[in-house]
Structure formats: structure tokens, C-alpha cells
């Protein structure tokens, strides 16, 4: 993974959508594509969550992101055609989606498993992601090349027990991304996956309480595959399910990605 070195301008000029954007992986992934030239649109639920890390880009005086606030447990579908709408009027098209924003829910037995969490993490973590795709794609094909990226988790290769409605959004995501990539395939869209593997964050802590935190990577230590799959040099790839700790085949960053 540390073997791939990001040109500066790899995302100038792209507009990437984050959700989730306010802690964790995505706040990292947000300032990390602003960082390499992108418009980031930030969207979470947090709005003084969303301004402080609107505010930390700015200071960096990297290209001037937006908020998009918005609660995915509650949003219904209209809600994200007025997203895509709106990002339309101001952007004019979308370069990049990283479907970030999850929720863990409980570790429970599905027989005990509370009825109306299950519904709302499945509604953050799979429904809201259809739901945002679906709007989005008339954005995305107006980009010449983009990439759309499903955060998914080793827990969607291999259900285990009390992992609940988690391990089955997660299955779904999986499974979203490669009818996707599918029916994409030879257009200018994209579709990939990445599981992050075990990353310090509020989701992380809260899964695993106990756990020795000091050998845990973070947000940081996985940001060259992210930024490898949302810019040009991962062009390549659609269908694709990448670990973000342990991918190793990336080619040498070319000066052409930064054209794109
Ligand atoms: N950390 C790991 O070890 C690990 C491993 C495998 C996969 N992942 C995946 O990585 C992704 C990022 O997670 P993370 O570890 O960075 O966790 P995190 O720090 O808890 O971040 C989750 C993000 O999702 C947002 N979110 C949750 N519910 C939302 C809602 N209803 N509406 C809008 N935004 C909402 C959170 O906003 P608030 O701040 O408002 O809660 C936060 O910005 C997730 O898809 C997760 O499943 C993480």
C-alpha cells in the first residue's frame, strides 16, 4: 500500500462527493482528495461537524469544498434527487463518489436484534447508497471519467455471528458494486470497492471496545488506496474489491493522471 506515491494534481479539477465525511476514513479522504487538487462536496449529518472540516480545508487554501448536510437515516428519496440537483446547479457534473458514511449498529444474535436498528443501518449503509447512486448517475456520466468507490469491510466476505444487519449491508455493498460495475462496464463510470481493514475511528472503538489500539493503522495510513482508486492511475479497474492495507499492485503514478 505505502508503495504508492499520489502526484500532487492526481484530482485537480475532479468534484468528489464524501459521505460521512465528518470523522474517521471519509473526514480523512475528504482532505486527502482536497489535498491532491479536488472540489470536495462534504456531506454528513453533523452540520458543525461538516464546518469545521470545511473551515480546516479552507485554511489549507485547497480549492473551496461545500456542505451538504444530510441525515441518510432519515432521507427519502426525493431528498436525494434535490441532492443531485442541486450539485448539478452548482458543479455541473460529479467526478468521484466515495460511498463512505456506515453505522455499526449492535453486535447482537439476529434474534435479539432490535427491529427498528436494523432498519436504520440498513437504510445508512446499503439503502442510502442506492439511493444516492441512483440519483448521482446522470452527474457521473457527464464526467469524462469517473469513479465511484463502496466502502465495504472483510465483514462482507464472510457473515459472522452477531454481526447483524452490519455484516449484511456490508454483503449488499458488495454485491451493488459489481451488478454496477457490470452495467457500467465501457462507460465512463467506474465502480470498485474497498475494505479498509481495521482502522482507529469512533466505529472501529465501538466494535472492538477492548482491543490494543496501538497497533491499529489509521485513517492516514490507508489514504494511498483511496486516492489511488478515485484518480486516474487505477483506470483501469471496475468491479474490483481492493484491501486497503494489504493492496500492493499499483503502477507507477504517471504524469497522464494528472491530465485526466
Ligand atoms: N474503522 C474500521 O476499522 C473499518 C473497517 C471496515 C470498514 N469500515 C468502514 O469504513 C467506513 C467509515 O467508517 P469509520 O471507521 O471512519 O467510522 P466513523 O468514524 O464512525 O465514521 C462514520 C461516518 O459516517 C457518518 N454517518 C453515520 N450515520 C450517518 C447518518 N445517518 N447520516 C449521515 N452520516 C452518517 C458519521 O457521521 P457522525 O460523525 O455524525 O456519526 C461519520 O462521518 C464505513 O463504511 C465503515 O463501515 C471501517
Given at each position: 500500500m505505502q508503495d504508492y506515491q499520489p502526484l500532487p494534481g492526481l484530482l485537480k479539477n475532479k468534484v468528489i462527493l464524501v459521505t460521512g465525511s465528518t470523522s474517521g476514513i471519509g473526514r480523512c479522504a475528504a482532505k486527502n482528495f482536497a489535498e491532491h487538487g479536488a472540489t470536495v462536496i462534504l456531506l454528513g449529518r453533523n452540520v458543525k461537524a461538516l464546518e469545521e472540516i470545511y473551515d480546516e480545508i479552507v485554511q489549507l487554501r485547497l480549492a473551496q469544498p461545500a456542505i451538504y448536510p444530510l441525515d441518510l437515516a432519515r432521507a427519502n428519496p426525493d431528498q436525494y434527487v434535490e441532492m443531485a440537483k442541486r450539485l448539478e446547479e452548482n458543479f455541473g457534473r460529479l467526478d468521484g463518489l466515495l460511498h463512505n458514511a456506515a453505522q455499526l449498529g449492535t453486535l447482537t444474535p439476529i434474534e435479539h436484534y432490535d427491529i427498528a436498528l436494523w432498519y436504520e443501518v440498513i437504510q445508512i449503509n446499503l439503502h442510502s447508497r442506492f439511493?444516492?447512486?441512483?440519483?448521482?448517475?446522470?452527474?457521473?456520466?457527464?464526467?469524462?471519467?469517473?469513479?465511484?468507490?463502496?466502502?465495504?469491510?472483510?465483514?462482507?466476505?464472510?457473515?459472522?455471528?452477531?454481526?447483524?444487519?452490519?455484516?449484511?449491508?456490508?454483503?449488499?455493498?458488495?454485491?451493488?458494486?459489481?451488478?454496477?460495475?457490470?452495467?457500467?462496464?465501457?462507460?465512463?463510470?467506474?465502480?470498485?470497492?474497498?475494505?479498509?481493514?481495521?482502522?482507529?475511528?469512533?466505529?472501529?472503538?465501538?466494535?472492538?471496545?477492548?482491543?490494543?489500539?496501538?497497533?491499529?493503522?489509521?485513517?492516514?495510513?490507508?489514504?494511498?488506496?483511496?486516492?489511488?482508486?478515485?484518480?486516474?492511475?487505477?483506470?483501469?479497474?471496475?468491479g474490483q474489491s481492493i484491501d486497503a492495507q494489504t493492496y500492493s499492485h499499483f503502477p507507477e503514478a504517471t504524469t497522464e493522471s494528472i491530465q485526466s
Open positions: 439511493l444516492s447512486t441512483r440519483a448521482c448517475l446522470p452527474l457521473l456520466r457527464k464526467s469524462p471519467r469517473a469513479s465511484v468507490i463502496f466502502t465495504t469491510s472483510e465483514i462482507g466476505k464472510t457473515g459472522k455471528a452477531y454481526w447483524g444487519a452490519y455484516c449484511v449491508s456490508k454483503f449488499g455493498n458488495e454485491a451493488m458494486m459489481q451488478i454496477l460495475a457490470d452495467e457500467l462496464d465501457n462507460t465512463g463510470i467506474r465502480i470498485n470497492s474497498i475494505n479498509p481493514g481495521p482502522v482507529m475511528t469512533k466505529l472501529r472503538a465501538q466494535a472492538y471496545p477492548a482491543e490494543d489500539k496501538s497497533n491499529l493503522a489509521t485513517p492516514d495510513d490507508i489514504m494511498p488506496a483511496y486516492l489511488y482508486l478515485m484518480g486516474a492511475d487505477s483506470q483501469h479497474l471496475n
